[in-house]
T-cell receptor, first 114, second 110 residues
Framework: ETGVTQSPTHLIKTRGQQVTLRCSSQ?????VSWYQQALGQGPQFIFQ???????GRGNFPPRFSGLQFPNYSSELNVNALELDDSALYLC?????????????FGNGTRLTVT | SQQGEEDPQALSIQEGENATMNCSYK?????LQWYRQNSGRGLVHLIL?????REKHSGRLRVTLDTSKKSSSLLITASRAADTASYFC??????????FGDGTTLTVKP
């Protein structure tokens, strides 16, 4: 069973640039969620994708966008980067069907905006 | 706003002692989950308790849920140095969204 993998592991960008983060879901999972975790804080929900459509969004501006592909892998895109976007970005996959399913997290992408 | 708020923020104990962490949440939930995070890495799911359950055990872990008080506790018995990590609770709604608190940082001294 392949776990959740994220790429890249680390990234440094300049304010105003755009970034794309990638996530491969655990095999058999059909839902992917993205979280932003600032230093010393808990993960903040960005959005969730189910069957390639956005299925819930947290309090993040439209410059945060995403995609889920037919193989359930996913991308998180952030435009017009700001210094406050510096954080650990976590992807989590799960299987959605009736009973609640735990989230399986990748090890994240550490984004630094300078 | 945070769905879960953990208490205490930090906890330091000796190996072999028990560690208790508490979590409060604000809105109705379908279930509550506890996760562990080692420094700079992804979260690992520990245990899930449904809203109609009051207590659940898994190995050295014991979780309780009080929906009337909107609170939960995680007890780790006979702690080990390897239990050193941050622990988060997450309330899960019917929409499938999990909302995390800011966690409790546990240090277990050998």
């Amino acid at each position: 069973e392949t776990g959740v993998t994220q790429s890249p592991t680390h990234l440094i960008k300049t304010r105003g640039q755009q970034v794309t983060l990638r996530c491969s879901s655990q095999s058999g999972h059909n839902t992917v969620s993205w979280y932003q975790q600032a230093l010393g804080q808990g993960p903040q929900f960005i959005f969730q994708y189910y069957r390639e459509e956005e299925n819930g969004r947290g309090n993040f501006p439209p410059r945060f966008s995403g995609l889920q592909f037919p193989n359930y892998s996913s991308e998180l895109n952030v435009n017009a980067l700001e210094l406050d976007d510096s954080a650990l970005y976590l992807c989590a996959s799960s299987f959605r069907q009736g009973t609640p399913s735990p989230l399986h997290f990748g090890n994240g992408t550490r984004l630094t905006v300078t | 706003s945070q769905q879960g708020e953990e208490d205490p923020q930090a906890l330091s104990i000796q190996e072999g002692e028990n560690a208790t962490m508490n979590c409060s949440y604000k809105t109705s939930i379908n279930n509550l989950q506890w996760y562990r995070q080692n420094s700079g890495r992804g979260l690992v799911h520990l245990i899930l308790i449904r809203s109609n359950e009051r207590e659940k055990h898994s190995g050295r872990l014991r979780v309780t849920l009080d929906t009337s008080k909107k609170s939960s506790s995680l007890l780790i018995t006979a702690s080990r140095a390897a239990d050193t990590a941050s622990y988060f609770c997450a309330g899960n709604t019917n929409a499938g969204k999990s909302t995390f608190g800011d966690g409790t940082t546990l240090t277990v001294k050998p």
